[in-house]
């Protein structure tokens, strides 16, 4: 059974472009959230997708937006990218709102 | 909101000890505590979990204990190998809420051969 796929892997931007990632849950997984790692502020909680719909929202601007599509796959946005906005982008998915998450390997974004 | 604090940042041990990392939350409706481990260029990965209806679980060679009313929980970890050497999250929410875990900021576990 193939895992959570993050695309892309690594990217690089520079400051005021734009960003999409994309993320594929495990076949059958409704529920995809989305996760921020750094090295200062370790992993914060970006959003939560149910079925199509934001379940939960962590404490980021606006610049941060996501979807999620009718089979599963979410991408998140962010727009007019700031130097601190380089991270670990990590999706997690499960089967529904109480099952283990299963974290993809992360796509790494760099802005310059 | 929910805030997780663990520690230590860092533990080196020697293969065969055992290891504790110690977590403390603050939010008292949280009641699901997992714990992951992430390995260099990877995502993390859950290696136990706990809910607030139980005191201890364990799992071969790790356990988790949860204190509800000093609101903290604890790994273990016996007979460390070398490949246990990673860095351990713990983390809390809601059950319900599973994808919105707060995490701690983890400890960076070296078990040397």
């Known amino acids: 059974k193939a895992g959570v796929t993050q695309t892309p892997r690594y990217l690089i931007k520079t400051r005021g472009q734009q960003v999409t990632l994309s993320c594929s849950p495990i076949?059958?997984?409704?529920?995809v959230s989305w996760y921020q790692q750094t090295p200062g502020q370790g992993l914060q909680f970006l959003f939560e997708?149910?079925?199509?719909?934001?379940?939960n929202k962590g404490n980021f601007p606006g610049r941060f937006s996501g979807r999620q599509f009718s089979n599963s796959r979410s991408e998140m946005n962010v727009s007019t990218l700031e130097l601190g906005d380089s991270a670990l982008y990590l999706c997690?998915?499960?089967?529904?709102?109480?099952?283990?998450?299963?974290f993809g390997e992360g796509s790494r974004l760099t802005v310059l | 909101g929910e805030n997780v604090e663990q520690h230590p940042s860092t533990l080196s041990v020697q293969e065969g000890d055992s290891a504790v990392i110690k977590c403390t939350y603050s939010?008292?409706?949280?009641?699901?505590f997992p714990w992951y481990k992430q390995e260099l260029g990877k995502g993390p990965q859950l290696i136990i979990d706990?809910?607030?209806?139980?005191g201890e679980k364990k799992d071969q060679r790790i356990a988790v204990t949860l204190n509800k009313t000093a609101k903290h929980f604890s790994l273990h970890i016996t007979e460390t190998q070398p490949e246990d050497s990673a860095v351990y999250f713990c983390?809390?929410?809601?059950?319900?809420?599973?994808?919105?875990?707060?995490f701690g900021k983890g400890t960076k576990l070296s078990v040397k051969p």
């Open positions: 997690a998915s499960s089967i529904g709102t109480t099952g283990e998450l299963f």
């Open positions: 076949s059958g997984h409704r529920s």
């Open positions: 997708y149910f079925s199509e719909t934001q379940r």
């Open positions: 939010d008292s409706a949280s009641n699901y």
């Open positions: 706990i809910r607030s209806n139980v």
């Open positions: 983390a809390a929410s809601k059950v319900g809420s599973q994808g919105n875990l707060i």
